[in-house]
């Protein structure tokens, strides 16, 4: 059964941990501002150095992130995300090539902000905007640590 974003948009407050902060009113605000889109498990959503496009807020499955390393034809899994997550935030913040590899590990139903759309909702709804993008540096933040923390216990 398809959905439609207002359909899905609908669910963000309950189901997602990262539309929590929001109220019912900001979420019902922001369906035209999200595609939604279904990829089946071993679809790659994009791979290190494509143009990004878009974030991505995980409704349903698991995504993997992976990073080549100096070793040719080598990735390192930086990454396994599920319901509640946010990828490819970057795109929203600095527009640069894709920094990592992103593939489904199991059929998964995702939530698709552009960064057009981003700044459509930041001009729309100012308010609601910046709360999105404080959640968005919020969650980075919150990997970044986790980042420091797990590189420290390499060494």
Not at 34 to 45: H, I, K, P, S, T
Not at 82 to 92: D, K, N, R, T, Y
Request: charged letters at 25%.
């Amino acid at each position: 059964m398809n959905q439609t974003p207002a359909d899905v948009c609908a669910r963000m407050k309950n189901n997602l941990r990262f539309f929590r902060f929001l109220s019912e009113a900001d979420t019902a605000v922001l369906p035209p501002y999200f595609e939604c889109r279904q990829v089946a498990v071993g679809d790659v959503l994009w791979k290190e150095g494509d143009s990004a496009a878009f974030a991505a807020f995980v409704m349903s499955g698991r995504i993997e992130e992976k990073k080549n390393t100096e070793f040719e034809g080598r990735q390192v899994v930086v990454g396994v995300y599920s319901q509640g997550a946010v990828i490819g935030e970057f795109s929203l913040i600095d527009g640069l090539p894709r920094a990592v590899t992103a593939a489904c590990l199991e059929d998964a139903q995702l939530l698709l902000l552009t960064k057009e759309n981003l700044d459509r909702l930041l001009v729309d709804h100012p308010e609601l905007g910046i709360k999105l993008l404080k959640g968005v540096l919020l969650t980075l933040s919150l990997r970044l640590r986790k980042s420091f923390e797990r590189l420290a216990s390499i060494f």
